[in-house]
């Protein structure tokens, strides 16, 4: 090996061992701060230690000449608040001492950073001594939990497709989803991911409809990263600014521009010839990923107005494959030569129904060329954003802000399917706007006020790329394609509009700064989801597709024949109150007080049958208003340096309710039926004829009715608020120890507990009352009587449902309850400039009755996966038989180390090593043992192998995955290999005992800068993500245990002669495979360039 | 085959961390010790309880109410039984007093199942077509059931077809062919699944498009399967007179080859257009030719004399519209009047 190249190798090497990092400040807590500035604080002393009041310390910003002041107390301490993040130059003078200066004081937001003097007394000198890159400080002035992630991070770090997921999984109490690899919805301590508050400069910057971040969570980014100055993971945050949320809060934090004319372009690229094969070994096809970004700023009066400007896009076209009938015939192809002859007559065959298919769709149903809707299409994920920011000094006592953020996002052709190809795909828009102005003022010299308002508005509307009926057939017995059909995307339309307004204001009363303030947000909601809502046209074959004779056609419709809507107000208000108290200069207490307020929408108008039927109160809206949450925390510098610090807290927080539950009311304030039209021509409940020719394209002829009923058929389905409906609550306590030791080492551990009720849940008010329970299967409740159960199929609503003049009544509940643990280690040193390592280790323990975040009342009623006493009953903590169990948000162990060193020839090299535990599942039955109607929704009781109750006769349905053969020995084998269900033999199992496997990954980041001249500069990069996978295929693999493959018993019979229901044994339990085919998971490599100018 | 585990296996070092992090987390628990008062929740418990009542009579007039100058009458002494629904537990059972009335107090809300047990001993060849029936009880009131007993429950006239000959059946249907079309004492009637003729009917001038409901024993003439001895219930009611389908004369024969006289088309309206040919008459039948094939034309009792033999002229072609009957094997198309014969061009 070359000395060159060793050179290279070596600190690379060293590197993948370590893993290079960047120091994420995970230390501090919280501020009183607040959500947009930081604060200084110190103590100015002599030489000897004596404090020293009525000295001068006066903090300037180095970019902006920003500056603010404040006086020394007889304890020779000062604060200065309501400082812009950035770097500042911090003067204490005192008549008598000699003035000193530290430059590079960092102030970060919602922290208190400490500066403290000890001032010579002057001499014959009198000029001013300077203190340079000062080390940064453990924040002295939080109780709570918050890890930071700097500009710098954000630049240099690797983030494919500066996607800012990246950078918030970098707190090891994030639990990001591993099959969902961009923004959207973040569990903290394995919270509900809806249970996160998301802000941007201190405002809302949530989706509050689905409990996402704005822009939800298909886009990458719905801000331009270049304008983001930091981002924090805030777990406890206990200044009574931060309110909604139960689980954390994530702030992004924006900047402005400075003295210094500045811009810079940036542009990467990716594309299949820098992917590795998926971890199934395909080769990646034709698919690129372009994204560019640009940023210009300065001042436009020096010292006083300053603009920044950024936008970021991405151009992002993917190759999507569906079925044609060349597929077939090379399949058929391959078939032959395997000596398959029975699968390549079955491929031919195929092949031929396909082009009859195609055929019928041109002659009877008016599709022009309808072969040119299957093979390959392409998929677009585009998004371009930009952000403009103003801030103007306007005097020494009032600073303005404003800046508005603007993204459009285009996800086009997404969602198809093989058999569907490209009409059943569907094309998914975002549009959001958001402005927000700041005024900071200093009223008095100890009186501060800073005020917010956000105007804020998202639209997404979702179509499908056909809105005609699905049809679907049989293009051979064993075959189904289908065409058309947008299902959920039937005209689908969302749109959340906000107006809030945040005043906070402080007041400094020496030992005491007492903060009053108030926020409130207005939001109006339109939402026109209509769930199975273009219809679906079943063909038993290409004969009766051509003869325009369907078996059968469903919809979903509203009783009226109207459009489902729900538009409807929310609004959230709060006032609150907090005194921090420096007891002693070394201990400071803060005691808060928050009054929440939420409202949930206008009443729904009464369903009066409901409450004849139910004695259940209807046409309620929660308003929740007695929501007072106490806060406490403290911190104690132990040597007054700021160098060791214990801090402890706890406190009560109101969470958030997804809008959507207010959504699922008030779309079903016109209650929707199933239409549902089986049987021959003639009959009254005949599928409509289908006249596809003659239809409108936008779905307005879709049929609302059976060929031979005037009205819409079925019985009414409601969800309704529970009228004693509560916002979640969540009792947070923290313990944590901070310390800076040797030579730039910072160590910090935090112990987390939570403990959260009334977490929102949704029951089935129409369930029967048991009817029945399964002695032989732990005593499990069943909700059909005998004469109706067939536990291989799901419950019919006649024979599950208490009264039968409705369907499902679905109320919004809030009985789920949650209980969060955890402990997180960081250590972290600078080992010189452009040197550092950074490692953590969290380990986390959640557990609930419901992991239920979003979004259908239906999903909310399937979610807990059942015991012995049914989904009406989830029990609440430690009752195991009932849903308690491992929130499936937790992952238990995460290891999180990032660094960064510089290679020879001045090549910066950054990397980020995640290693973490799987998330957990439940093992299910394949049927519905309970009969609550829902499959996939009990769990199982493990019988020992020779007890299990086994089904001989003939099987119903083609389950090609049932083991065939000696069945009680299979299933001994799969309790001795999988101890997540054989260690609970004889009774139901417990929920969630399966573990996900862990996953660990490394992405890695080289960037070479080359000044030019003036500043300007030219910079490369070359990010390397999963690098583990690039090394070995066997490594760095995403695969998860999928929901078809947690089945772990299918019921196929029952017994009632002897009352046990009789299994077979699917051959695929627990089987592990691929997460995910989008091109983001492998082994792949980014280049990129930027310029500064 | 998997290798799910409850917990996967982390190094040993961080087994050791994890234990001593359990001990501190729990001291740490007891901070949030407050809010451990979790609570059960119990599921929706739906109080409170309402009444089933009803009345149990014979619906001469077929209304579904019970009217004593329709004729109805009361049937007394009956054992009703309220049923869990979809099951055979029993929640209550009593006896209709003399006013044919029950009742139920002090049962649960929901749907339940009224059936009356043993019923044929009790009301001899009556049967309660609306049984098992389903009673919704809501909070605080009575659910009334009217149970009607009628002489036969309506099946379909496809499924009527299939029951053997000079066995009860009932079924309902819109009249095609109106009595005198044909005959006096005859009409055909049709219901989504097929046609059939109605044979004896008393002079009730029924009409084309009264929806009528009919009981008598399946019988048979000439092969072609007819409802005899036929009891109308008297709520006819007019609707719109039945369109006829439109068949070719392959399609007739071709639907008939195996079914024969339960062919869904014999006994419906039937249009076969563009006829090309139109036989020599022999007994009033004469054979008709499309591009398709061939049937018969039968010019049926009344009909013969309102539809003159010299209407049919050679070289012309015809729409022709008529019930399709069946005689020993053959099909035939009766027209009723001489507007169902229609001269149109023939085709080039």
Known sequence: MSAVIERVVRPIAGLAALVAAIAIHSAAALAQGTTTTGAIRGRVADTAAVALGSAQVVAVNEETGFSRGAVTDDEGVYVIRLLPPGLYTVTARRIGHQPLEQRGIRVIVGSTTASNFALRTASAVLGTVEVVGQVDGVDITQGGIKQTVSEEQIRSLPTLGRDFTDFINLSGLVSPQEDITTGGQFSIAGQRPSQTNVQIDGVDANNSFFGENRGGSRIPFNFSLESIREFQIITNGYDVEYGNYSGGVINIVTKGGTNTHRATVYGNFRNEQLTKDDFAGNPPRDFQVQQYAGRVEGPIIRDRLFYLLSLDGQRRREPFRSVTPALYRADSVRKVANDSASAAVAFGEAARGLERFYSILTTQYGVDDPASQYGDFETTNDVFTLFGRLDWNASDKHRLSLRHNYSDYDNLNEAGTFFGGLTRAESFRNRTNSFVSELTSIFRENVFNVLRVQLSDESRPRDGNSKLPEISVNITPNTVVTYGGASIAFNNYLAEKKFQVINNLTVDLGAHSLKLGTNNIFADIENRFWNRGSGFYSFNNLDALEQLRPSSYTRSVRSDGGIPRAAFGAQEYSAYIQDDWRATPKLLASFGLRYDVSRYGDRPARVIDVERAFGFETGTAPIDNDNISPRLSFTYDVRGDASEVVRLGGALFYGRVPYVMGGNVAITEVPMLDLDCRGAAGEPNAPPVPNYPDWSSTGADNPFNCAGVGGVGGVPTYTFWNPEFELPETWRANLGYERLFGDGYRFSADLLVSASTKLYTVRNLNLRPEQFRLDTEGNRAVFVPRGAYTPSTSATGPARLRNTDFGDLFVNYNDGVARSQAATFTVDRRFAERSQLSASYTYTRAHDNSSYSCCTAFAGFENPRVGAEGPNMIGGAGDDDGAWGPSAFVRNHTVVVTGMTRLPWDIDLTGIWRSQSGTPWAPEVNGDINGDGIRFNDRPYIYASADLPVFTGTRTGTDSTLFVGDTRAFYASVLAENECIGDYVGEILPRNTCRQPWFSRLDLSIRKQVEVRDRRAAEITLDLFNVLNGLDSDWGRYESVTTSRRNLLTPQGYNAATGEVLYTVPETFGDRTQVGFNLLLQFSAQLGARLYF | ?348
Do not use: W
Request: proline residues 7%; contains cysteine; glycine residues 10%.
């Open chain 2, 1 to 348: 085959m998997s290798n799910a585990r409850p917990h996967p296996r982390p190094p040993l070092a961080l087994k050791k961390i994890r234990r001593s992090v359990a001990t501190v987390l729990a001291a740490c628990a007891l901070l949030a010790a407050s809010a451990c008062d979790d609570e059960q929740t119990p599921p929706f418990e739906v109080a409170g309880s309402g009444d089933v009542a009803g009345q149990l009579f014979f619906d001469a007039d077929n209304n579904g109410i019970f009217s004593p100058f329709g004729g109805d009458t009361l049937l007394t002494d009956v054992e009703v039984r309220l049923l869990v629904r979809n099951d055979t537990t029993l929640i209550a059972s009593t006896r209709t007093n003399d006013d044919g009335r029950f009742s139920f107090s002090g049962v649960s809300p929901g749907t339940h199942q009224l059936v009356v047990p043993g019923q044929a001993g009790i009301t001899g060849s009556l049967v309660f077509c609306t049984l098992p029936g389903l009673a919704s009880v809501y909070i605080g009131e009575q659910t009334y059931l009217a149970v009607p007993a009628k002489r036969g429950c309506v099946v379909r006239i496809a499924e009527a077809k299939n029951v053997g000959l000079n066995q009860s059946t009932t079924i309902a249907g819109i009249v095609t062919a109106a009595q005198g079309t044909y005959r006096g004492d005859n009409v055909y009637i049709q219901d989504p699944t097929g046609g059939i003729q109605i044979f004896g009917i008393p002079s009730l001038g029924l009409q084309l498009g009264d929806s009528i409901e009919v009981t008598g024993r399946m019988g048979q003439f000439r092969e072609e399967l007819q409802i005899v001895s036929p009891v109308v219930a008297p709520n006819v009611v007019r609707v719109t007179p039945l369109a006829p389908v439109v068949r070719t004369a392959k399609q007739i024969t071709d639907a008939a080859a195996l079914p024969g006289p339960k062919s869904p088309d014999v006994g419906q309206l039937v249009t076969v257009r563009r006829i090309l040919q139109v036989g020599a008459f022999a007994s009033g039948n004469a054979t008709i030719t499309d591009a398709t094939g061939s049937i018969q034309l039968r010019l049926d009792g009344n009909v013969a004399a309102a539809i003159p033999q010299a209407t049919f002229q050679a070289g012309k072609c015809y729409d022709i519209t008529g019930i399709l009957g069946y005689s020993f094997g053959i099909l035939q198309l009766k027209p009723r009047a001489p507007s169902d014969v229609a001269e149109v061009t023939c085709p080039q």
